[in-house]
């Protein structure tokens, strides 16, 4: 059925600010308030899910609805609102059928005949690498859309030396110009393969890393000489399924252990640390700092996913919060300390120069309660050398989603930039993209960007600057 045609939802994904749009924009954003920067130049994406159509109300997950990107692309001291669905073959199979066709285990066998068995959804991040901006999610191939217009290109699998499916979250070397990317198998080993492509975009090396159980492996970190893999207790297990129950689970007897591996090196020369049983959906970035390998994420103590149980009011079980390990690469020792103790945090960003090497700052969205479902109610400033830390909140009723650190041109210093995301206003009903300057973010927004329709929260931000515009011509 259609998402339009559903009465009186009760899915929380299908209320509120969750709730999908099915119209499509491009057009001038006629209201600001402030002034957007002349110098900012270039498109912030946000892609999230966005379903056309569902089975069941209460049977639906954001985690498998169609990707849309929603853009704001700045030139000249102006904005434009672009949104669009990814134009998958799934996605446009589905238009033409007026239905719902793949539905997880229930997909019926016709279906599967006639169309495949799975849809790319492409609806988690966006990277722009090697003159090319994908859609990403960890199921299917990266798709690549055309800039400013969101038009859709295909899948992209690298002259066929991609041959597994990557993840949503390749982590991009700016002193080399390599992307590192990586994969996790559910059915049957390998369980995970890590791959190099060069500035030019063409994979160089593939190779496998031999981990015991298939397990959720949401984001990796990058230094200047290594990958760093998170092999964490969120594990797929397909007999739960007959017990009517969600194939993944937190199952805190299987191992939490993080391993480094020298970039282009062969899987086993992996070194692996033990840490304490958590669950970490992002990093924040790595770096070496004499024989450490220094790595920031947003830990939790455990993850909720396919609990039947979900935490209670006061339970901050699975509230991710800002976290740092040091592994030893000489003696194997291995340090962890909670960075923040007091507040919540998640999709933290960081300028992206400074993926790889130490960076002073970055910027997360501020979890508004005790969980992830409670929103987030700000973005918190880390200065990760002082170890201290600014606050920007929404304000009463607004709520927005993860921020994106956008570099000024010609800059020299990591805050030369502003910091740039969505917010969602209930009492004025309105949209909003904000831009704060980041080396004055106690100021606030320079300027409140009101968007012509409205913007579902969603998942990764991206942001692509002027110059692949420069070299598209």
């Known amino acids: 059925m259609r ?77 434009t609102y672009v949104n669009r669905f990814v134009e998958t073959d799934g996605h446009l199979a589905e238009q033409e059928h007026g239905d719902l066709i793949w539905d997880g285990f229930k997909t019926a066998p016709e279906m599967v005949a006639k169309y495949g068995p799975s849809k790319n959804i492409a609806n ?23 800039l400013p217009n969101l038009d859709p290109v295909g899948e992209y699998n690298y002259d066929g030396k991609l041959d597994y499916v990557p993840s949503a979250h390749p982590k991009i070397d700016a002193r080399t110009g ?3 990317t990586y994969g996790y198998g559910v059915m049957a080993p390998p369980f995970c393969q890590v791959s190099v492509i060069n500035k030019e975009g063409e994979l160089v090396h593939t190779t496998e890393v031999d981990i015991p159980a298939p397990i959720m492996m949401h984001d990796c970190a990058i230094s200047e000489n290594y990958t760093i893999i ?63 390998v220094v790595i920031d994420g947003c830990r939790s103590e455990r ?7 979900k935490p209670g009011p006061g339970d901050r079980s699975d509230l991710p919060q800002m976290y740092q390990w040091r592994l030893n690469m000489k003696t194997g020792e291995v340090v962890e300390r909670l960075i923040d103790e007091e507040w919540g945090c998640e999709f933290a960003r960081i300028n992206e120069d400074y993926i ?53 041109p010609g800059g020299t210093k990591e805050e030369d930039g502003w910091v740039i995301g969505f917010v969602r206003d209930e009492e004025l009903q309105r949209s909003e993209c904000i831009i704060i300057d980041a080396a004055d973010f106690e100021a606030g927004p320079v300027a409140r960007i009101v968007m012509p329709g409205r913007v579902p929260f ?16």
Request: glycine share 12%; charged share 20%; net charge negative.
């Open 3 to 79: 998402i339009a045609d559903i009465e009186n939802p009760t899915n929380m994904y299908f209320t509120g600010n969750w709730a999908p749009v099915q119209e499509e924009h491009n057009e001038l954003c006629t209201e600001v308030i402030g002034t957007i920067p002349p110098e900012l130049a270039g498109s912030f994406l946000r892609i999230g899910a966005n379903p056309v159509f569902v089975n069941e109300d209460q049977e639906y997950h954001a985690f498998s609805g169609d990707g849309m990107v929603h853009e704001v692309y700045f030139k000249d001291g102006q904005a």
């Open 124 to 146: 988690t991040a966006m990277v722009y690498h090697a003159g090319k901006v994908f859609a990403l999610q960890e199921g299917s191939m990266p798709f690549e859309v055309k």
């Open 178 to 180: 390599e992307m590192v």
């Open 230 to 292: 998170l092999d964490l207790p969120c594990v797929f297990d397909f007999n739960r399924v007959a017990e009517g129950k969600g194939m993944l689970y937190f199952e805190p007897n299987n191992a939490s252990r993080l391993g480094v591996l020298k970039r282009g090196a062969e899987g086993e020369t992996i070194k692996w640390f033990e840490v304490d049983s958590c669950y970490c959906y992002h990093t924040v970035n790595a770096y070496e700092e004499g024989d450490e």
């Open 303 to 309: 993850n909720s996913i396919g609990d039947d149980v």
């Open 356 to 408: 790889g090497i130490r960076a002073q700052y970055s910027y997360a969205a501020r979890i508004k309660g005790d969980n992830l479902e409670s929103g987030f109610d700000g973005i918190i400033k880390y200065d990760h050398v002082n170890e201290t830390s600014t606050h920007y909140p929404y304000g009463p009723g607004r709520l927005g989603g993860e921020p994106i650190f956008a570099p000024k």
């Open 458 to 473: 969603g998942f990764h931000s991206a942001f692509v600057g002027a110059e692949f515009f420069e070299q598209q011509g």
